[in-house]
């Protein structure tokens, strides 16, 4: 058992600061990238305001009876700003949250912009002047916390009333889940204001909330309760400084993969003083929700990862999860960079593969060959037992640097139930919606979008969860191409 090491919140937020946001200086310069623009540029174009709500035009299929409710998006959608300097990495833009509304079989769309002090300072100067995940902020350049780099441009977490537009290293951005208006950084007690707070919060079937916040080597735990009030704020050690974008959880553990991509470097921006060190390995480090003094920790090979599934506990004590897992750093440190400048990007292969924590302190990685992001699963089994997991598939080649598909994939079989939308399309996130009174695992829908690069037009896609290879069971067509995005949430 590891010792837990106390460290106090001026520590963690110098720690935080010294990482993420003290040093000025220069950038490289975006090469004059836009001379060659590919056919999937609109994935990564910009927005130049927020979305006025219209309907989405029905382009095949009919609706579900029962399908209602709202698809909520967030995603970068503003990179650059006149003659700069802009945004040189995918993490990096303004993060829009986009509502996909679906009634009585009718769907709109309505799309704004979270307010951030961010965004309003990058306006103000008519550049990108603060920092980023890859961006230092620029002489003249506001720079109090983390918040002053908060894009809010991550993920979504749809509680309290609220909707909470997340980052990695501040605080959640409280929304208006109706109108779309920024409410501000939230804030849940005094001493814990610009705070981090992972965009990847794990979720109890009960509403429960765990999340992280990471500087360095240390963790704040959060749990918040079903209504999004704060129960407990605990800060934690970890072995190593690995980046760390998503965990996961059982019923009764904290599951944190600490992957070999390591801040070993004082420097700025943020993704160059980390550094792929893959003969670190990969370590996992399962906590006890009920005392976070309890710790185990498992050796795995050296993978990269970006997302992880729900993990689940066997009668054994042998702990299961997904992962999408790459080779090593390469897209988060160049490609996401040659993304926006339009280059055709250094490309990660991004394989779904299963690992297994065994009760006899063994970690086990077993790679399918499924080309997998975006992981995705039924809500209502997270932390218990499952066997299938939606994810974004094919595609995702140096021609086109973005996934094609959809699948959903089933541990116990081994197979996978696939639909290719094509080489003109971009598929986005799949979120699961239960058929209304059922309680099986993945009876109802799978709601997502893509971006038709053909139409140049935002797409959103039902599919019958259990039916995926017979395609969308109905498709709408906006009037708009929204860039690719990252995370959504359905209420
Ligand atoms: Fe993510």
């Not at 106390?6 to 963690?12: K, N, Q, S, V």
């Not at 623009?37 to 609109?42: D, S, V, Y």
């Not at 060959?369 to 997991?389: C, K, N, Y």
Request: charged content about 20%; overall charge neutral.
């Amino acid at each position: 058992m590891l010792r837990k090491t106390p460290m106090d919140r001026r520590a963690f937020l110098t720690a935080l600061a010294a990482t993420s946001l003290a040093t000025l200086t220069p950038e490289a310069v975006l090469a004059a990238s836009a001379a060659a623009n590919p056919a999937w540029a609109p994935a990564v174009g910009d927005i130049e305001a927020d979305l006025a709500p219209r309907s989405l035009k029905l382009v095949h299929g009919k609706a579900p009876r029962g399908l209602a409710g709202t698809l909520y998006r967030n995603g970068p959608a503003k990179f650059r700003r006149g003659a700069g300097p802009n945004a040189t990495h995918w993490f990096d833009g303004d993060g829009l949250v986009r509502a996909f509304r679906i009634r009585d079989g009718r769907a709109g769309l309505a799309g704004r912009f979270v307010d951030t002090f961010k965004r309003r300072q990058d306006e103000q100067f008519g550049a990108m002047v603060g920092a980023g995940f890859a961006s230092t902020a620029r002489p003249g350049a506001t720079v109090r916390s983390a918040d002053d780099s908060n894009a809010a441009n991550t993920a979504l977490l749809a509680i309290g009333g609220e909707l909470l537009a997340l980052w990695e290293q501040g605080s959640p951005y409280a929304m208006d889940p109706d109108t779309l208006a920024t409410k501000g950084p939230k804030t849940y007690r005094p001493d814990l204001a610009h705070m981090p707070f992972l965009a990847h919060p794990r979720i109890e079937p009960n509403g429960r909330v765990w999340n992280l916040g990471v500087a360095g080597k240390a963790a704040l735990v959060w749990t918040l309760n079903a209504d999004g009030r704060l129960e407990k704020a605990q800060m934690i050690a970890l072995p190593r400084a690995s980046y760390i974008h998503d965990f996961t959880a059982t019923a009764r553990h904290l599951v944190i993969v600490l992957q070999p991509w390591v801040q070993d470097k004082a420097v700025m921006p943020f993704v160059d003083s980390m550094s792929w060190r893959p003969e670190m390995g990969t370590q996992v480090l399962v906590v006890d929700k009920d005392d976070l003094t309890r710790r185990r920790l498992f050796d795995l090979p050296p993978f990269f990862v970006f997302h992880l599934g729900d993990a689940w506990e066997e009668a054994d004590g042998t702990i299961r999860f997904d992962a999408c897992i790459e080779q090593d750093a390469g897209f988060a440190t160049i490609g996401a960079r040659e993304l926006i400048a339009l280059k055709t990007p250094k490309m990660a292969t991004t394989a779904l593969a299963m690992i297994t924590l065994g009760a006899d302190g063994k970690g086990r990685l077993e790679t399918t060959p499924l080309r997998a992001e975006f992981p995705r699963a039924d809500a209502r089994f997270a932390g218990s037992g499952r066997s299938r997991t939606i994810v974004n598939t094919i595609g995702g080649g140096p021609g086109k640097p973005f996934l094609q598909g959809v699948a959903v994939s089933d541990w116990r079989t081994g197979k996978a139930d696939v639909f290719d939308f094509g080489p003109d399309h971009c598929a986005e996130e799949m979120l699961f919606v239960p058929r209304p009174g059922s309680g099986r695992e993945l009876d109802g829908w799978l709601v997502g979008t893509s971006l038709n690069l053909k139409a140049r037009a935002t797409e959103l896609h039902v599919f019958d969860a259990g039916h995926v290879a017979d395609g969308p069971v109905c498709s709408w067509r906006s009037d708009v191409a929204l860039p690719v995005g990252f995370h959504g949430a359905w209420i």
